[in-house]
């Protein structure tokens, strides 16, 4: 059996970060991911789009945020069970928790913080009658490699941050791009939205709104789409592409995390937002799986949570001890892996 101070479910951004705050405290933790590999959403769906909302960095790609995530933890030398997805929990007489994975792995800890994001994440699809066929043929619902666009023409369609993101990236890796939305207006970022009528304007993006896609062709991989134009003269164009990317976002599934008995809303779990307790103590949620009044699900706000929820972890394992963090700093400690590298620690006003 595996044992950790805080056992953390999800290695998205949220739980990674909540792994540096963690062993701030020195508390050790121990992460299980049904992913292969770490860092969520991130890894998993845009690895290679640029984030703009991380403080301090002005852009840094989805992937390298985390290799940097990756690279902060170090020091604190955190298990992982990864490619095993949580299935079960038992609270045992003391208090604390066994949760066991789909393979039979088995973890105890005084703690559990859920940071499970969407949990499995399935793409929502368009209804088009011969989509199946061109699946990996053409037709890709998340983008892992942008280079795989390089000198094509893409199609995409959607009217969120995603579908904006992404025909702006690359509108300067593929040879054309032509971003297709149902309405007029779109839900992303304003910012984005005007990146986008500005790349219109330089000729860089075809932009058909309101449009949608009718139809897929080709012989054995996609050829071209049919485009309808839904303005009131309707108007169908048939447009030779390599690619057709639909990007309407991911019909989140919360997985066996649902059945623990959980105050769940709207696919989310409810905490409280003093510390991100869930309404079982000692079981915590964090990141994009949790929901309160003014939620929003952005990497920034889960790493606040995660801070939160280790102070209030650190409180509920050492409820006699007094630990004020004021800040972090290096020095006084060699690396806990043994190396010369140092860890971070905290600054503490008082230990008790
Ligand atoms: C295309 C796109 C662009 C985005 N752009 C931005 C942006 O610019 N800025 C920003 O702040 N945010 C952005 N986001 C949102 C951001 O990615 C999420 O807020 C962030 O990933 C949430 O992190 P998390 O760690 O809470 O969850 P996730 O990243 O979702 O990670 C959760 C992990 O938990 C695992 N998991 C779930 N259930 C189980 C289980 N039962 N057992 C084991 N493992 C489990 C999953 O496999 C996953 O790896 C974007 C999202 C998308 C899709």
């Known amino acids: 059996m595996i044992k950790t101070d805080i056992l953390i479910i999800g290695a998205g951004p949220t739980g990674l970060f909540a792994v540096f705050e963690a062993g701030l405290l020195k508390l050790k933790c121990h992460l299980i991911d049904a992913l292969p590999q770490a860092g969520g959403q991130c890894s998993e ?27 902060q933890i170090k020091p604190f030398q955190p298990g992982f069970t990864l490619g095993e997805r949580a299935e079960t929990i038992k609270k045992l007489t003391d208090g604390s928790f066994v949760v ?22 399935e793409p929502r699809k368009p209804l088009l009658e ?5 699946e990996d043929n053409g037709v890709a619902y998340m983008i892992k490699d942008p280079e795989v666009y390089r000198d094509k023409k893409v199609v995409i369609a959607g009217g969120g941050d995603s579908a904006l993101d992404w025909s702006i990236f690359l509108a300067n890796v593929a040879s054309e791009v032509t971003l297709v939305h149902r309405r007029n207006e779109f839900r992303g970022a304003l910012d984005s939205v005007e990146k986008v009528q500005e790349l219109k304007n330089q000729g860089k993006i075809n932009l058909v709104t309101p449009g949608e896609i009718i139809g897929l062709n080709g012989i054995n991989s996609l050829e071209s789409v049919l485009i309808r134009k839904t303005t009131d003269a309707k108007e169908d164009i048939t447009l030779a592409v390599d690619a057709f990317i639909p990007l309407f976002g991911l019909s989140p599934k919360l997985g066996p995390i649902g ?34 009044p003014g ?10 949570e995660a801070t939160l929820m280790c102070q209030s972890a650190f409180q509920k394992i050492f409820p006699d ?9 290096v020095g006084g400690v060699s690396g806990f892996d043994g190396s010369k590298k140092e860890a971070p620690k905290a600054v503490v006003k008082a230990i008790e």
């Open 45 to 71: 769906i845009y690895p290679k789009k640029p984030i703009y909302d991380i403080p301090g960095f002005p852009e840094v790609l989805a992937g390298d945020l985390v290799d940097n995530l990756m690279e």
């Open 100 to 121: 066991t994975t789909n393979k039979g792995t088995e973890h105890h800890a005084p703690i559990v913080a859920i940071a499970g994001g969407l949990g499995s994440f």
């Open 130 to 134: 011969n989509l199946a066929k061109f």
């Open 259 to 292: 059945d623990w008995g959980l105050e769940i809303e709207k696919n989310a779990i409810k905490v409280d937002t003093f510390d991100y307790q869930t309404n079982i103590p000692g079981i915590y949620a964090i990141g994009d799986v949790n929901t309160y």
């Open 295 to 304: 939620k929003l699900k952005l990497i920034l706000c889960g790493f606040h």
């Open 321 to 329: 001890k007094k630990y004020v963090m004021k800040y972090t700093t």
